[in-house]
């Protein structure tokens, strides 16, 4: 019965939105194709015009989805010279939006070992570009509250909900000191914009100005490591430990010749990417297990054993994060099998 209401709700709100792109913006002759969903209640549509060229339609209900900051987030990335998609009309109110159209060819379709040193080079240029021209205010900051609530989604979600995991005392002790030390570490870095889903999948491989980025919507005010981590330890795809180090490397060279980092911070960065991965990683993981039996997403269920895989990675040379590694390698783990 659910399902049957859920597919009754987007009939409808297609017809809305075909309605608002012929009565409200007086186009005509086109043709209205799914493009791509994500990850929240937002969808996209191709517009195919008579001519020939190309619109996205936003479609996101307003009951579910503030669009405002899209388009707060958009002007400022612009500004900062990201190329983001151009908004060529708005309904904030019906949660409607016609946006450029940047393509679909996401990073992730293409990526390979031939190409990937110029397509993260021109990401890590972006992401320069995001850190050192981009909104210092105006935006969420990424706060303690807000790095532990993201992490409490790991226990809740994946381990409760999704595995059925009922942790000790020991465990339960281990996991909330983790997480104090995870946001110290985060915390500790220079704050900067944050894109917040800076990955292969929000990124496309574009003629000019490549890449094109998009769903920037959560951007906030933190760590300067964020984005870095979330592009080069990827949950969709991974590479191996050396070639992410010398990208993080080659990054933080950048980072210091524009002014986002000093030298002195060198001594800390690559320990800050390594623990703001950790972070990362137990939030996408409980976000994954969410989308299963939240949203009735379970498309993103394959892609946890990857993401907790850095984990026990990074405590080879992270012991602060020892404990929450041989949680994963012993009990989540294998329970994911």
């Known amino acids: 019965m659910a399902q049957i209401r859920k597919m009754r709700d987007m009939t409808k709100r297609t017809a809305e939105l075909d309605r608002w ?7 005509a002759d086109f043709v209205l194709e799914p493009a791509s969903a994500d990850a929240s209640f937002r969808r996209y549509f191709r517009i195919t015009l008579a001519d020939g060229g ?69 990401a890590m240029a972006s992401l ?83 890449p094109g980025v998009i769903d920037f919507q959560d951007a906030v005010i933190g760590p300067v490591t964020y984005d870095l981590v979330s592009l080069l330890r990827d949950c969709y795809i991974r590479w191996s430990p050396q070639q992410v180090d010398r990208w993080a490397l ?15 911070h060198e001594a800390e960065f690559l320990r800050w990417f390594d623990l703001m991965g950790v972070q990362r990683h ?18 993103y269920l394959a892609d946890i054993p990857r993401t907790l895989g850095y984990i026990v990675e990074v405590a080879e040379r992270r012991p602060e994060i020892a404990g929450l590694a041989r949680l994963i390698s012993a009990r989540v783990l294998p329970a994911l099998d």
């Open 21 to 27: 792109l012929r009565e409200s913006l007086g186009l």
């Open 54 to 122: 190309t619109r996205i339609a936003m479609d996101a209900p307003p009951d579910k989805e503030d669009s405002a900051p899209f388009v707060h987030v958009d002007q400022a990335f612009a500004a900062a010279g990201l190329h983001v998609p151009t908004i060529h009309a708005q309904d904030l109110q019906q949660g409607f939006l016609l946006l450029e159209d940047l393509g679909s060819t996401h990073y992730l379709d293409v990526l390979d070992s031939g190409n990937a040193d110029r397509l993260y080079g021109d």
């Open 128 to 210: 320069i570009s995001l850190q050192a021209c981009g909104p210092r205010q105006g935006l969420p900051d990424y706060d303690r509250a807000l790095l532990l609530r993201e992490m409490a989604l790991f226990p809740e979600w994946l381990l409760g909900r999704h595995l059925g995991l009922a942790l000790d005392a020991s465990e339960t002790q281990m996991l909330t000191a983790t997480f104090d030390a995870l946001a110290d570490a985060a915390l500790a870095q220079p704050q900067v914009c944050v894109h917040r889903d800076f990955h292969s999948r929000n990124l496309l491989v574009t003629g000019q100005h490549n």
């Open 250 to 264: 080659g990054y933080l060279e950048q980072a210091v010749q524009s002014g986002i980092l000093r030298e002195q």
């Open 282 to 299: 137990l939030k996408a993981a409980g976000i994954f297990a969410r989308l299963k039996h939240r949203d009735d997403k379970p498309g």
